[in-house]
């Protein structure tokens, strides 16, 4: 089991900037490469971002591409959402998850383990 404690979300007005943590205690963290996903109110969750277990390995969605950036550090066992230039639309629950691997998966079905996540809020 894999347990995962989303902070960092809140408040913020458009083009700010927040930082997502995602705090992983049980199994051991650098097994599993780390996702993040959203989820806005009538839509399905969508992938946002994702890192392999080393670090060196990233993918994003082209609609964050270029103002967020995930990172991670394994002495920490945590993941980290850096979220640049805010738009109204990024608004939505952010949730990470853990994936046992070594490929970075985008489909939430490859994710065995969720956060509770946080709430992001972007106004105009």
């Known amino acids: 089991q894999v347990q995962l404690v989303e902070s960092g979300g809140g408040l913020v007005q458009a083009e700010g900037s927040l930082r997502l943590s995602c705090a992983a205690s049980?199994?051991?963290?650098?097994?599993?490469?780390m996702g993040w996903f959203r989820q806005a109110p009538g839509k399905e969750r969508e992938f946002v971002a994702a890192?392999?277990?080393?670090?060196?390995?990233?993918t994003y969605a082209d609609s964050v591409k270029g103002r967020f950036t995930i990172s991670r550090d394994n002495a920490k066992n945590t993941v980290y959402l850096q979220m640049n230039s805010l738009k109204p639309e990024d608004t939505a629950v952010y949730y990470c998850?853990?994936?046992?691997?070594?490929?970075?998966?985008?489909?939430?079905?490859?994710?065995?383990?969720w956060g509770q996540g946080t709430q992001v809020t972007v106004s105009s």
């Open positions: 998850a853990a994936s046992p691997g070594y490929y970075i998966p985008r489909g939430p079905k490859e994710y065995a383990y």
């Open positions: 049980g199994r051991t963290f650098s097994n599993y490469a």
């Open positions: 890192i392999s277990w080393s670090g060196n390995s990233r």
